[in-house]
């Protein structure tokens, strides 16, 4: 038998939206072999996930069709995906393929527990089974993939559970059926440094263990150099360059894989780091080096009330003690994992959080005492960009209301032409086309709608902006044009920003300083290449070690 498990040749998807047809996914052709992971790269569009959904059989048969091509499922007789009937497809699928999805929490069925989901699919692909029997290999599933207590946790609901024991839970119901080829669709888009690090490590190993093939969608170049074994690029619907994984990412023939790998932050960062510093020494220098942002024993703790009466039976500190002081001009990183305070932190500088303890100063002005009145004044000059751009925006304002409303609310422009003239400045500034000012949140794309929410920021000319996660799950080439547009407008307005992250490499291009919080204390601070190049704390050298890196 050869070591091909699957082959695709001259795969064609066609969508159908009203009268336009896409061709989603052109004239694809690949080969996975057992027990190796084949990697498909690309941006956001550019048929990933639709070769993945094709392959799996799961696009509404209504508005998807294959002109041509096959999907070929080797065995001593291959079967053709294309040409399977759905009660054939449903025995497949599970058993012989498996998915990860990309947003576990969208995955998991909420009023159903992780275990009744895990026993559903395996009583089906396996009737024999007993419930006892099905409970037993439920609970040895999430034991593979290292759930604390499985035996307690499998009776718990999906949102009881973080989102990196989501993805586990996703990869233990993937894996219950033993398949053959497991397809994880961007499984570790957005999840901290130290939790992927995990998920790619318990992937490799259940792999080793099963000897099972792994179809594994990404953006991400440092994923890929740690698991794959061969490549595939894909740029509007067309793979324009595949081969074996080193020698694609060391000679990329291909200009598009050229720009990808160029977008890397830490490519950027040898690039243009000299000339970043440079920026932030002269604007120190232009503004006294004076701080612009001082935070005293700063503490932000939320009641854990339990019992009829709800008493207070304890506090979780999400903010614990904090004392920060952030330079005119300076970009100040603050790093570390989901549930360690950093978004509270930023809100609570800008008062959308309340302080229990502490105080923090802008501009030697104390705010952390002032009623939400006297903070009004002060929400000109202190900005906030969210991390999540689609919640964020009101889906029923246009752009030009969106950038309009905060300035007649601080008074800025004489009239209604007078500010859409400047909401128009703003877009070009983030290099947005100034006639997207008529178009609504839904018609943009990732990327474009984070630029939005920085124009929005920008409008009210403000002199510091807490960035939270800005760039996080965005194609490297997009997050390479925000990181490059917030340098460009720090360098024109000499704009101080707090930029919240878990993305290190992000950190190691943009910042000049860096601030490591953990449970709520800042465990580690100082100069960005003095922190990144030789930690003192034994958690920033576990994040730093926990970065997905090409080899150089």
Same mark, same amino acid.
């Given at each position: 038998m050869s070591d091909v498990l699957l082959k695709i040749n001259q795969l064609r998807t066609h969508l159908e939206t009203g009268n336009k047809v896409v061709e989603a996914v052109d004239d694809v052709s690949f080969e996975i072999n057992r027990g190796e992971t084949f990697c498909l790269v690309g941006e956001s569009g550019s048929g990933k996930s639709i070769t993945a959904l094709s392959i799996m059989k799961l696009l509404p048969a209504s508005i998807a069709s294959h002109p041509s091509g096959s999907i070929q499922l080797m065995?001593?007789?291959? +079967?053709?995906?294309?040409?399977?009937?759905?009660?054939?497809?449903?025995?497949?699928?599970?058993?012989? +393929?498996?998915?990860?999805?990309?947003?576990?929490?969208?995955?998991?069925?909420?009023?159903?527990?992780?275990?009744?989901?895990?026993?559903?699919?395996?009583?089906?692909?396996?009737?024999?089974?007993? =419930?006892?029997?099905?409970?037993?290999?439920?609970?040895?599933?999430?034991?593979?993939?290292? +759930?604390?207590?499985?035996?307690?946790?499998?009776d718990e609901y999906s949102h009881r559970l973080s989102g990196g024991q989501r993805q586990r839970v996703m990869i233990a119901m993937a894996l219950a059926c033993e398949p053959e080829l497991l397809i994880a669709d961007e499984p570790t888009t957005a999840l901290d440094v130290t939790v992927q690090a995990e998920i790619l490590k318990l992937m490799k190993d259940l792999q080793h263990r099963n000897n099972m093939s792994i179809l594994f969608i990404t953006h991400d170049f440092g994923v890929v150099a740690q698991i794959a074994h061969k490549l595939a690029v894909m740029q509007l619907g067309k793979i324009v360059e595949q081969g074996d994984v080193q020698t694609v990412l060391k000679t990329p023939q291909h200009d598009y894989t050229k720009q990808l790998l160029a977008a890397l932050p830490e490519n950027l960062k040898q690039q243009?780091?000299?000339?970043?510093?440079?920026?932030?020494?002269? /604007?120190?220098?232009?503004?006294?080096?004076?701080?612009?942002?001082?935070?005293?024993?700063?503490?932000?703790?939320?009641?854990? $009330?339990?019992?009829?009466?709800?008493?207070?039976?304890?506090?979780?500190?999400?903010?614990?003690?904090?004392?920060?002081?952030?330079?005119?001009?300076?970009?100040?990183?603050?790093?570390?994992?989901?549930?360690?305070?950093?978004?509270?932190?930023?809100?609570?500088?800008?008062? /959308?959080?309340?302080?229990?303890?502490?105080?923090?100063?802008?501009? =030697?002005?104390?705010l952390s005492q002032l009623t939400q009145k006297q903070v009004k004044p002060f929400r000109q000059e202190l900005q906030f960009i969210f991390q999540d751009p689609m919640s964020s925006l009101n889906p029923r304002l246009n752009i030009a209301t969106t950038l309009i409303e905060p300035m007649t609310v601080h008074k800025i422009g004489r009239d209604k032409q007078e500010r859409i003239v400047l909401a128009e400045q703003a877009l070009e500034q983030v290099q947005l086309n100034p006639d997207y000012l008529w178009r609504y949140p839904?018609?943009?794309? *990732?990327?474009?709608?984070?630029?939005?929410?920085?124009?929005?920021?920008?409008?009210?000319?403000? $002199?510091?902006?807490?960035?939270?996660?800005?760039?996080?799950? /965005?194609?490297?080439?997009?997050?390479?044009?925000?990181?490059? +547009? /917030?340098?460009?407008?720090?360098?024109?307005?000499?704009?101080?920003?707090?930029?919240?992250?878990?993305?290190i490499s992000v950190v190691e291009y943009i910042s000049d300083r860096?601030?490591?919080?953990?449970?709520?204390?800042?465990?580690?601070? *100082?100069?960005? =290449?003095?922190?990144?190049?030789?930690?003192?704390?034994?958690?920033?050298?576990?994040?730093?070690?926990?970065?997905?890196?090409?080899?150089?």
């Open positions: 065995d001593a007789n291959p +079967i053709n995906i294309l040409d399977v009937k759905e009660d054939e497809m449903r025995e497949i699928r599970g058993s012989r +393929i498996a998915m990860i999805f990309q947003e576990p929490m969208n995955s998991l069925n909420p009023v159903y527990t992780i275990g009744e989901q895990i026993i559903e699919a395996l009583q089906i692909h396996q009737p024999e089974l007993s =419930d006892q029997q099905a409970r037993t290999k439920a609970i040895k599933a999430l034991d593979d993939v290292q +759930i604390p207590d499985p035996e307690q946790r499998i243009h780091r000299a000339q970043i510093l440079a920026d932030m020494k002269q /604007l120190q220098v232009n503004q006294n080096d004076s701080d612009l942002i001082k935070i005293e024993n700063l503490k932000v703790y939320f009641p854990i $009330k339990k019992g009829v009466f709800r008493h207070t039976v304890d506090h979780v500190r999400a903010v614990d003690d904090v004392s920060l002081n952030i330079k005119k001009g300076e970009i100040l990183a603050l790093v570390g994992e989901s549930g360690c305070g950093k978004t509270t932190l930023g809100r609570a500088l800008l008062r /959308l959080e309340e302080t229990t303890a502490g105080a923090f100063y802008y501009n =030697d002005q104390e839904h018609e943009f794309s *990732g990327g474009q709608r984070q630029r939005i929410g920085i124009a929005r920021s920008l409008v009210l000319n403000p $002199k510091f902006i807490v960035c939270d996660e800005v760039t996080s799950a /965005l194609d490297v080439s997009v997050q390479a044009e925000i990181l490059n +547009i /917030l340098l460009q407008l720090r360098k024109d307005h000499g704009l101080t920003l707090l930029f919240i992250t878990h993305n860096i601030a490591v919080m953990y449970k709520g204390k800042i465990v580690e601070q *100082g100069e960005t =290449d003095q922190v990144t190049g030789s930690p003192q704390h034994g958690y920033t050298k576990q994040l730093l070690a926990a970065v997905p890196r090409l080899e150089h």
